[in-house]
């Protein structure tokens, strides 16, 4: 039975991308749409999961930071996946990069954070938080975000919010090196920004004096690499197999929301759910364990990944294929990422959480999608 939650969905993944592929018809003439993207959804993310599983087994052989990287690339390679595929089929979304970025963002302020903080706050009335972490990752965010999504606006170059080539070319090299200095810091030089700030995260958690005797620290064992082949093949082989179904989803979900009215920028929000949600779950099983740090390692942490490494991946990819893409936010859009960027600031730098907090920032990811439906 565990084998079979553990490489079950990678079967049905594989069946369902030898159906589209080899003998279904062309995308453009399948029937009941919505009803195939909703099966395909539940695939992938039963798919999604089993990389995130596959991720942490090779981080607890491997040890940290590789596992997080491995499964921040894995996200990547899925989200880019999804763009491509937006932007190639048909006559192409120019928007899809731009509103699948937004989405996250709102997401990982929103609903990851924003509803880890109130889950925590019911369970253990207030947490501390590592203003150090927390304010490095925001100080990361802020910026990329604005130069990406609100700069093109404002830039004289081109016409309308976009970037011309030399600029998409510029933001993405420096998103990419300044990712690479934080997880230097990250990883090396600032670790314990990172931590809990007390044992369990709570305030009522007992305070670590320097009478006591410090943790013996364990010795760590070589790695074996004939077990790291296994978990190694099984994530290659999901990403794979989960990329060429996520291709014709992607494609399904823009007809299907086409046909039945819905506006396109519900097309990056569905992807950015599907793509966040073994996250979006650890985010909330972390909080209610009294580890609120960890939950704002995960939330920032999918949105530095998308800032840093996806965005520029996508920028380097339309330069070199000369394709035409929107980045520059609506007049709303900002003010409303704007306003969720300040308000997690304000709450992330009094160094403890509570619901108040958490629960405007989950309104805020809420009025971000009613306001795709009533711009």
């Known amino acids: 039975m565990r084998n079979l939650k553990i490489y079950g969905p990678f079967f049905v993944a594989l069946i369902a991308a030898c159906y589209l592929y080899l003998i279904a018809p062309s995308i453009e003439l399948i029937d009941y749409r919505i009803g195939i993207a909703a099966i395909l959804f539940v695939i992938i993310l039963f798919g999604i999961f089993r990389v995130a599983y596959f991720a ?90 604005l130069l990406t999504l609100v700069l093109p606006n404002f830039t ?63 010795e760590t064992s070589p790695i074996e690499w004939k077990k790291v082949f296994l978990p190694t093949f099984w994530l290659a082989a999901y990403l794979i197999v989960i990329i060429l179904v996520i291709e014709k989803l992607a494609i399904l979900i823009g007809l299907g929301y086409a046909q039945m009215g819905f506006p396109k920028t519900l097309n990056g929000t569905t992807v950015a759910i599907l793509v966040l949600a073994p996250e979006w779950l650890a985010c909330i099983y972390a909080a209610k364990a009294n580890h609120l740090q960890r939950s704002l390692n995960i939330a920032l942490g999918s949105g530095l990944a998308t800032l840093s490494l996806s965005v520029p991946v996508m920028l380097f990819w339309v330069a070199y294929h000369h394709y035409h893409i929107v980045l520059g936010l609506e007049s709303r859009e900002i003010v409303m990422l704007l306003t969720s960027l300040w308000v997690a600031h304000v709450s992330l730098s009094t160094g403890k959480s509570n619901i108040m907090q958490g629960a405007i920032l989950f309104i805020l990811f809420i009025s971000s999608i009613f306001l795709i439906f009533n711009p």
Do not use: C, W
């Not at 933001?171 to 044992?199: C, E, H, M, S």
């Open 56 to 145: 942490d087994h090779l981080a607890e052989m491997l040890g940290e930071p590789y596992g997080t990287l491995l499964l921040t690339i894995s996200a990547t390679l899925i989200e880019v996946a999804v763009m491509i595929t937006a932007l190639t089929h048909g006559d192409g979304n120019p928007t899809f990069v731009r509103d699948t970025i937004t989405a996250t963002l709102f997401i990982v302020l929103g609903g990851m954070m924003g509803l880890s903080m109130i889950i925590g706050s019911t369970f253990y009335l207030d947490q501390n938080i590592n203003t150090n972490g927390a304010n490095m990752y925001l100080g990361l965010l802020i910026p990329l975000a």
């Open 156 to 218: 004289t170059s081109t016409i309308g919010p976009t970037l011309a080539l030399s600029q998409e070319v510029f933001i993405g090299i420096i998103a990419l090196a300044l990712y690479a200095v934080f997880i230097f810091a990250q990883t090396k030089r600032y670790r314990n920004y990172f931590d809990d700030p007390f044992p369990f995260g709570s305030s009522s958690a007992k305070l670590v004096t320097s009478l006591e005797a410090p943790e013996k620290v364990e």
